[in-house]
C-alpha cells in the first residue's frame, strides 16, 4: 500500500501522535486510567500500522526478531527486579514503599518501574505475535 | 534475611531465570542455568518443608501487604511436600535433558525449550506455594501457557495438534476454575484461601456457592485428567519432546494438589464429598478411569502412548483415594504422587533413552533391545514392576494405602477392582518385556550402543529412590500421613 500517497502521509502524521498517546498512557497510569498493558498495545497498534502500509520488511528493520525478544526478556526482569531491589532494601517482594526513604516516594517509583516493564514486554509479544501471523508461509 | 523471604524466592527464582536465558541465548548456557536454577528451587523446598514440619504454616506477605488484603503465600506440610516433588523432578529433568533434547528438538529452538521450561517451573511451584486463589490462575495460566508451547517444540508434526487440543481443552478448564474462583469471590468478598474458608461455611447452601463448586469441579478434573476428561492427554503425552512428557506428568499431579486444597481447606470435606455427593461420582469415575486406561494401554503399539494410558489410570488411583475421603485413603493419594511422580518419570526416561538410540518408540522397533541397551531395559523393568505394585518398590506402598482404605470402608469390591488393575498393568508392562527380551531384533537395522552415562545417571537415581523409597517408607508415606492430618484437620 506504499503507493497510495494519502495513507503514506496520514499513517506517518498518526503514528507519532499514537506513539505519544501510547506513553501517555503508559506514564499517567499511576494517576489515570491506564497503565503498561494497555500502553504496551497502543505502542504495538503503531507498528502494526507502519507495517500494514510500509511492508514487514521495513517494519522488520526497526524491530527485528532479537530486538523483540530483547525487548520481553528485559520487560519481565524491570517487574521482577524492581520486586527484588524491594525485597534487598529490607522490605518483602514487591514492597513498593521500601525503594525509596519516603515510602510514598518509593511506591510512586516502584508502580511506574513496574508498569514500565510490563509496557514492554506487552509490546514485544503483541508485535512478536502481529509478525508471526503476517510473516506466515515466507520466511 | 533470605531465610524469611524463601517463600517468595521459591517462584522469582526461576521467573527471573527464564529471561535471562532469553538472553544468554547459548544453549549450554542456558542448560547450566536451569540446572542451578532447579537445584536451588529444590534446595529452598527441602528448607521450606524443614521449618513448616517444625514451627508450622510459613506466610509471606506480598508486597508487604497483610493477608488477607494482599496476596499471601502460605507453606504447610502439603505444598511444601508438593514444592520438593515438582522441584526434584526438574533437577533430574535437567540433568537428563542436554542429549534428549539434542535429537528431539531442533537446535535452534534449545534456548527456547530452557526459557520455557523455567517458566513452567516457577507456574506450577507458584500454583502450589500461593494461599490466594486468585494467584492460583494466575500461575496457572504461566505454567499452562508454557507447557502448550513446551508440547509444540515436539519435532513430530502431530506435535502442533497435540498441543492445540490441549490448549482448547486446557483453557476451557482454566476458564472454569476461574468462573468458580469469581462466584466464591462475589459471595465472600475474599480471595485468600483461610479467610474464604471462614466466610464460606455460612453461604455453602446458596446457588452460588453449588455454581462455584461445579464450575471448580468440573475445570479442575479437566486440568487433572480424571476420566471421561483426560482426552488430551495421551496425544500430548504421545507426541511432546521426551523430557516434556516427564514434566507434564508433574502437572497433573500439582492440579490434584489443588483439587485437595479446595475441597478440604475451602469447601471442607463434608460438604464436598458427603453433602454434595462428589463421592458417589468420583468413586465410579476414578474407578472407570483406573479399568479403561489400563486396558487401552494393554492395546498401544506405540509404547509412549501406552505409558500415557498407564499414566490416566493412576489419576484414577490418585482420586479414587482422595473419594474415600478417610485419611489412609489420603494419605495414599499423597504418597502416590511422589512415588507416580517417581514411576513415570523413571519410565518415561528409559524410553526417551531407547528413542535416542533407535529413533522410535513402536513396539515393532524396540524388538531385542534388552539385549543391546541392558541398562536402559534394566530400569525401564524395574520402574515397570513398581507401577505393577511388586513389594520394595514404591508401588506397592501406594496400594497399600488403597487397598487398606477400601477394606477399612468395607468395600470389597474396589479393593479387588484395584488389584485387577494391577494385573492389566502387568500385562502391558510384560508386552515390552518380551519384545525386548525374547524377540529378535530385525536384521536389517544396525544394532544400538548403551544409552550416554548423562542419561543413565538420572535414570539410575530415579530407580534407586524407587527401591529406596519403597523400602524406608519415613519420609514419603510418614510425610503423606502428616500431610493428610492436616489437610483433616481443616486447617488452613
Known amino acids: ?139 | 534475611m533470605i531465610a524469611t523471604h524463601l517463600p517468595i524466592l521459591q517462584v522469582v527464582i526461576p521467573l527471573m531465570a527464564a529471561p535471562l536465558c532469553l538472553l544468554l541465548r547459548r544453549p549450554r548456557l542456558c542448560w547450566a542455568l536451569s540446572l542451578a536454577v532447579s537445584v536451588i528451587a529444590l534446595v529452598i523446598a527441602l528448607l521450606l518443608l524443614g521449618r513448616a514440619l517444625s514451627e508450622g504454616p510459613i506466610s509471606y506477605a506480598l508486597g508487604n501487604w497483610s493477608p488477607p488484603w494482599g496476596i499471601e503465600y502460605r507453606v504447610d506440610v502439603v505444598n511444601a511436600f508438593m514444592l520438593i516433588i515438582i522441584a526434584a523432578i526438574g533437577t533430574i529433568v535437567q540433568i537428563f535433558a542436554p542429549r534428549s533434547i539434542s535429537h528431539e528438538i531442533l537446535p535452534s529452538q534449545h534456548t527456547l525449550f530452557y526459557t520455557l521450561y523455567l517458566l513452567f517451573l516457577s507456574g506450577l511451584l507458584g500454583v502450589t506455594i500461593t494461599g490466594d486463589t486468585f494467584n492460583v490462575y494466575v500461575f496457572l495460566e504461566i505454567s499452562a501457557l508454557s507447557t502448550y508451547a513446551l508440547i509444540a517444540l515436539g519435532r513430530d508434526r502431530r506435535a502442533l495438534t497435540a498441543a492445540f487440543r490441549y490448549l482448547v481443552l486446557g483453557s476451557i478448564g482454566a476458564t472454569f476454575i476461574l468462573i468458580g474462583i469469581g462466584l466464591m469471590y462475589m459471595m465472600t468478598g475474599t480471595l485468600n484461601m483461610a479467610d474464604m474458608a471462614q466466610r464460606l461455611q455460612p453461604m455453602l447452601d446458596s446457588r452460588t456457592a453449588l455454581a462455584a463448586l461445579a464450575f471448580l469441579g468440573v475445570g479442575l478434573t479437566l486440568k487433572l485428567a480424571l476420566f471421561p476428561l483426560h482426552i488430551w492427554l495421551p496425544d500430548a503425552y504421545t507426541y511432546a519432546p521426551t523430557v516434556v512428557t516427564v514434566l507434564m506428568g508433574v502437572v497433573t499431579k500439582v492440579w490434584i494438589y489443588v483439587f485437595l486444597r479446595f475441597a478440604f481447606t475451602i469447601w471442607g470435606q463434608e460438604f464436598v464429598f458427603t453433602e454434595m455427593h462428589l463421592q458417589d461420582l468420583l468413586v465410579p469415575l476414578s474407578l472407570i478411569g483406573m479399568l479403561a486406561a489400563s486396558t487401552a494401554a494393554i492395546f498401544q503399539r506405540n509404547v509412549k502412548r501406552m505409558l500415557a494410558y498407564s499414566s490416566v489410570a493412576q489419576i484414577g488411583y490418585m482420586m479414587l483415594g482422595v473419594s474415600f475421603v478417610s485419611q489412609t485413603g489420603l494419605s495414599g493419594t499423597i504418597v502416590h504422587l511422589f512415588n507416580h511422580a517417581l514411576l513415570q518419570a523413571a519410565l518415561f526416561m528409559a524410553l526417551g533413552a531407547m528413542l535416542l538410540r533407535v529413533g522410535s518408540p513402536l513396539l515393532d522397533d524396540l524388538r531385542g533391545i534388552g539385549r543391546q541397551m541392558p541398562w536402559t531395559m534394566a530400569a525401564f523393568v524395574l520402574g515397570g514392576l513398581g507401577l505393577i505394585g511388586v513389594p520394595l518398590t514404591v508401588g506397592f506402598i501406594s496400594k497399600w494405602y488403597f487397598i487398606l482404605a477400601a477394606l477399612e470402608k468395607g468395600w470389597w469390591l474396589v479393593a479387588s477392582l484395584i488389584l485387577l488393575t494391577s494385573l492389566l498393568a502387568v500385562i502391558y508392562i510384560w508386552r515390552v518385556v518380551e519384545v525386548a527380551y525374547f524377540q529378535q531384533p530385525d536384521p536389517n537395522t544396525t544394532p544400538v550402543k548403551e544409552a550416554p552415562l548423562s542419561m543413565q545417571l538420572p535414570i539410575w537415581v530415579l530407580i534407586m529412590s524407587i527401591l529406596f523409597f519403597g523400602i524406608s517408607t519415613k519420609w514419603t508415606a510418614g510425610l503423606a500421613e502428616r500431610a493428610a492430618a492436616w489437610l483433616f484437620g481443616g486447617g488452613p
Open chain 1, 1 to 139: 500500500m506504499k503507493d497510495i500517497i494519502v495513507l503514506r502521509v496520514m499513517a506517518k502524521f498518526f503514528l507519532p501522535l499514537i506513539m505519544l498517546f501510547a506513553l501517555y498512557v503508559q506514564f499517567h497510569g499511576d494517576y489515570g486510567p491506564g497503565g503498561g498493558f494497555q500502553a504496551g498495545v497502543i505502542f504495538a497498534a503503531a507498528i502494526v500500522l507502519y507495517t500494514l502500509v510500509f511492508g514487514l520488511a521495513a517494519a522488520r528493520k526497526a524491530f527485528s526478531n532479537p530486538i523483540l525478544l530483547t525487548l520481553s526478556a528485559i520487560g519481565v526482569l524491570l517487574y521482577a527486579g524492581t520486586g527484588v531491589a524491594a525485597l534487598l532494601r529490607g522490605g518483602n517482594f514487591l514492597g513498593y514503599g521500601f525503594l525509596d526513604r519516603v515510602p510514598v516516594q518509593g511506591q510512586h517509583l516502584g508502580i511506574m518501574l513496574v508498569e514500565l516493564g510490563v509496557g514492554l514486554t506487552v509490546f514485544a509479544a503483541m508485535v512478536t505475535i502481529f509478525f508471526a501471523f503476517v510473516g506466515k508461509g515466507r520466511r
